[in-house]
C-alpha cells in the first residue's frame, strides 16, 4: 500500500515562511514525478507544483511562482514545498501527491496524503 | 493558466448515465493526452478515476469512464449510484510542466 504523511503545517503571519514535508512509502518515488495540491477551504482543487522523478523537470502555478520551491530527496523518499513570502489566499489543506506516469509529469495524482493545513492569518 | 470550465452542478436519477464536460484550451486539452478525473466526497482525500483521457486504475469501476474531443474532456458515469454523490474535477496537463484543475461539478444523484 503506498501511504504518503504530509508534515509542517499551521498558522502563520502573511510573509512568513513554512516548510512542508512529505514522507511516501510503499512506493519507489525516485521513477515518479511528485506534486503539491491545495485546496481552500469550501473551494476546489488548485495544483501548486510538481517535480519530475531526477528533479530536472519543476512547474509551479502562477500563483505561487517565485514564492514557492519544490524539492526531493529519493533516498529519503520525501517530497517538500518551501513556501516563503505567505499570504492570506494560500490558505489551504496541502495535499502530496504521486504522479501516475512513469518517469513523466502528466499521468495524473494516484496516491494522495491526507494533507497538512495552511493558515496564514494576521 | 486559466481553470479549465466545468458546469457547476449535475443531477441525475439512479440508473441514469450523465456526463460532465471539461473545456479548456488549444495549448492544454488540445495538445494533450493528459486528462485525469477525480472523484472527491466531502471531508475525503480525492480519488483517481481516470488517467491519460480514459485509462482507469485498478480497482475504478468501469461505470466510469473518459474521453476527449478537441478541447473538450467528458466523464460519463453510468448507471448512477447513490455512491456517486460527489464532487468531480478534471485535470490537465499544460506547458510548461504545469498542471491545470477545473472548478469542479458537484453531482447530486436524486
Known amino acids: 500500500e503506498v501511504l504518503l504523511v504530509e508534515s509542517g503545517g499551521g498558522s502563520i503571519q502573511p510573509g512568513g515562511s513554512l516548510r512542508l514535508s512529505c514522507v511516501v512509502s510503499?512506493?519507489?518515488?525516485?521513477?515518479?514525478?511528485m506534486h503539491w495540491v491545495r485546496q481552500a477551504p469550501g473551494k476546489g482543487l488548485e495544483w501548486v507544483s510538481g517535480?519530475?522523478?531526477?528533479?530536472?523537470?519543476?512547474g509551479y502555478a502562477d500563483s505561487v511562482k517565485g514564492r514557492f520551491t519544490i524539492s526531493r530527496d529519493n533516498a529519503e523518499s520525501s517530497l517538500y514545498l518551501q513556501m516563503d513570502s505567505l499570504r492570506p489566499e494560500d490558505t489551504a489543506l496541502y495535499y502530496c501527491?504521486?504522479?501516475?506516469?512513469?518517469?513523466?509529469?502528466?499521468?495524473?495524482?494516484?496516491?494522495w496524503g491526507q494533507g497538512t493545513l495552511v493558515t496564514v492569518s494576521s | 493558466q486559466s481553470a479549465l470550465t466545468q458546469v457547476a452542478s449535475m443531477s441525475g436519477s439512479p440508473g441514469q448515465s450523465i456526463t460532465i464536460s471539461c473545456t479548456g484550451a488549444?495549448?492544454?486539452?488540445?495538445?494533450?493526452?493528459?486528462v485525469s478525473w477525480y472523484q472527491q466526497h466531502p471531508g475525503k482525500v480525492p480519488k483517481l478515476l481516470i488517467y491519460?483521457?480514459?485509462k482507469r486504475p485498478s480497482g475504478v469501476s468501469d461505470r466510469f469512464s473518459g474521453s476527449k474531443s478537441g478541447n473538450t474532456a467528458s466523464l460519463t458515469i453510468s448507471g448512477l449510484q447513490a455512491e456517486d454523490e460527489a464532487d468531480y474535477y478534471c485535470?490537465?496537463?499544460?506547458?510548461?510542466?504545469?498542471?491545470?484543475f477545473g472548478a469542479g461539478t458537484k453531482v447530486t444523484v436524486l
Open positions: 501527491a504521486k504522479d501516475a506516469r512513469l518517469l513523466q509529469i502528466g499521468g495524473g495524482f494516484d496516491s
Open positions: 510503499g512506493v519507489t518515488i525516485d521513477e515518479y514525478a
Open positions: 517535480i519530475s522523478f531526477n528533479s530536472v523537470t519543476i
Open positions: 488549444s495549448n492544454d486539452i488540445g495538445s494533450y493526452n493528459l
Open positions: 491519460e483521457v480514459n
Open positions: 485535470c490537465s496537463y499544460a506547458p510548461v510542466s504545469t498542471l491545470i
